[in-house]
């Protein structure tokens, strides 16, 4: 069981920087933001994706992510957060919470829009969820 990967920018982030905390997950403001509430939020351990956190490094990570988005929520006058997982450049499971506001333009249309990431990625859909029905149909 590894806990820190060296080199990992995520497992790195000073103790100084984490602005909530559970055993399991830390809550920090993003080192790149790309809104002025990026926070990010992370599994301890060293784990590269989603399907390798254990049950309670899921709940513990979504439930600090919920605290922490209700409290900057209401200080900060948000509408709501966004939140993604992508891990192309930081191989640590980790979530974004993007902070929207009424003024802000809406993420949605440049993920699931013809002309955004779902354009792209569509001509995979049907395959890959048959594979997927055929192995859920077997749990």
Sequence with gaps: MMLAMPGCRICEIPNDDVIAST?????????EPIADLHLVIAVREHRPTFTELTPGEAEEL??????????????AHLDKFYLAAVGDIDQHFHIHLLPKRSDD???????????????????????????????????
């Design 105 to 139: 333009p809406p993420l949605g249309r440049y993920i699931f829009s013809a002309e955004g990431w779902a354009g792209q990625l569509s001509k995979r859909i049907q395959p890959v969820r048959d594979v997927v029905m055929k192995r859920l149909k077997k749990v």
């Design 62 to 75: 979504m439930a600090l992510a919920r605290s922490v988005a209700v409290a900057a929520r209401e200080d």
């Design 23 to 31: 055993e399991l997950a830390k809550a920090f403001f993003s080192p």
